[in-house]
């Protein structure tokens, strides 16, 4: 019985001390980081949460969105309302959300963007549809990433005319939808076109382009063609 004390005691004090040394780092970590970084921090923070609140309040967005998103400065945003964010959203500096509306496919009546909760994605994100692009739950991307369902025309069409028409006014046609699904992981650089599915759980290389299926659980590298 006296050893089996001893061997208690002995296991608080230990754990005691890991807490102690612990909140030792913490607050050393806090000091030498300085009380102004500290509070330029913590203001950022404030500010991109505020900058969420009001594209909420302001109606910016589709009415099923969300009142807690995460936005940084330079937001563009082209038909809000066809764009629909769940709680926990976020986007890093400069990003682009554009639904755009075109009479080359009279079928598709409801071009939309959708995100699911607590995805967020980096600096220069792009996201753009005249079709369709579904981004499931915590799927979390670098900067710079391209996600588009379109393109100025259809390329074999158009290369095949005798003559060519300037990119510029060619009308805007979509291949295939997008879907992203839940818990996926994008790297930097990436562009995902028309077509492409991306199934639960899989990663996406640095600088790869996606265009079609991604198992899931899977790690995918492609380079451009």
Same mark, same amino acid.
Not at 192 to 217: D, E, K, Q, W
């Given at each position: 019985?006296? =050893?089996?004390?001893?061997?208690?005691? @002995?296991?608080?004090?230990?754990?005691?001390?890991? /807490?102690?040394?612990?909140?030792?780092?913490?607050?050393?970590?806090?000091?030498?980081?300085?009380?102004?970084?500290?509070?330029?921090?913590?203001?950022?923070?404030?500010?991109?949460?505020? =900058? #969420?609140?009001?594209?909420?309040?302001? $109606?910016?967005?589709?009415?099923?969105?969300?009142?807690?998103?995460?936005?940084? $400065?330079?937001?563009?945003?082209?038909?809000?309302?066809?764009?629909?964010?769940?709680?926990?959203?976020?986007?890093?500096?400069?990003?682009?959300?554009?639904?755009?509306?075109?009479?080359?496919?009279?079928?598709?009546?409801?071009?939309?963007?959708?995100?699911?909760?607590?995805?967020?994605?980096?600096?220069?994100?792009?996201?753009?549809?005249?079709?369709?692009?579904? /981004? #499931?739950? $915590?799927?979390?991307?670098?900067?710079?990433?391209? /996600?588009?369902?379109?393109?100025?025309?259809?390329?074999?069409?158009?290369?095949?005319?005798?003559?060519?028409?300037?990119?510029?006014?060619?009308?805007?046609? @979509?291949?295939?939808?997008?879907?992203?699904?839940?818990?996926?992981?994008?790297?930097?650089?990436?562009?995902?076109?028309?077509?492409?599915?991306?199934?639960?759980?899989?990663? /996406?290389?640095?600088?790869?382009?996606?265009?079609?299926?991604?198992?899931?659980?899977?790690?995918?590298?492609?380079?451009?063609?």
């Amino acid at each position: 019985m006296h =050893r089996s004390g001893l061997v208690r005691r @002995s296991l608080v004090l230990e754990e005691y001390l890991s /807490i102690s040394d612990g909140a030792t780092k913490l607050v050393r970590d806090f000091s030498s980081e300085g009380y102004v970084n500290i509070a330029l921090r913590a203001l950022k923070a404030l500010t991109i949460r505020l =900058r #969420g609140f009001v594209c909420f309040a302001c $109606r910016i967005f589709a009415d099923q969105s969300s009142w807690l998103l995460y936005i940084d $400065r330079g937001l563009r945003v082209k038909n809000g309302k066809a764009i629909q964010l769940g709680s926990g959203v976020g986007f890093g500096l400069f990003a682009r959300l554009e639904v755009f509306h075109t009479t080359t496919h009279p079928y598709i009546r409801h071009p939309k963007i959708i995100i699911g909760e607590d995805s967020s994605f980096g600096d220069y994100f792009h996201c753009g549809a005249v079709n369709s692009v579904i /981004i #499931g739950r $915590r799927v979390l991307g670098g900067s710079h990433i391209l /996600i588009a369902d379109h393109s100025h025309g259809n390329n074999k069409m158009e290369l095949s005319k005798p003559a060519l028409v300037a990119p510029t006014r060619r009308d805007i046609y @979509s291949k295939a939808p997008i879907v992203i699904e839940d818990d996926v992981w994008i790297g930097d650089g990436v562009v995902i076109l028309a077509g492409a599915h991306i199934a639960s759980g899989a990663v /996406i290389a640095a600088n790869t382009v996606v265009r079609g299926f991604v198992a899931p659980r899977s790690t995918f590298f492609q380079g451009p063609r």
